[in-house]
């Protein structure tokens, strides 16, 4: 099992930038594949980015690509999600998760076995 804390959620205005982290446990961090989702009141849960256990592999979403980026550390068991030119619709939770059989759906939700507890993005116009 694996638990995950995201942290460095906030508020800020369109166009700044932000950096979460998510701070996996457990001794195998680098055989899972990590996501980070979002969701915004209303809505559903949806995809934003993904990379593979050695961080060589990365997926996004067309909404954040080229703003967005994923990358991890896992001598530090830790995914980061470097957000920037924010915009007032990525406002939203923005959840950590992991998957550890490498499922070939790394853009759905229910391919994902642990998820952390969330943070909130807001981003002002």
């Known amino acids: 099992q694996v638990q995950l804390v995201e942290s460095g959620g906030g508020l800020v205005q369109a166009g700044g930038s932000l950096r979460l982290s998510c701070a996996a446990s457990?001794?195998?961090?680098?055989?899972?594949?990590m996501g980070w989702f979002r969701q915004a009141p209303g809505k559903e849960r949806e995809f934003v980015a993904r990379?593979?256990?050695?961080?060589?592999?990365?997926y996004y979403a067309d909404s954040v690509k080229g703003r967005f980026t994923i990358s991890r550390d896992n001598a530090k068991n830790t995914v980061y999600l470097q957000m920037n030119s924010l915009k007032p619709e990525d406002t939203a939770v923005y959840f950590c998760?992991?998957?550890?059989?490498?499922?070939?759906?790394?853009?759905?939700?229910?391919?994902?076995?642990?998820w952390g507890q969330g943070t909130q993005v807001t981003v002002s116009s």
């Open positions: 457990g001794r195998t961090f680098s055989s899972y594949g």
């Open positions: 990379i593979s256990g050695s961080g060589g592999t990365t």
């Open positions: 998760a992991a998957d550890q059989y490498y499922s070939s759906n790394y853009y759905s939700p229910r391919d994902y076995q642990y």
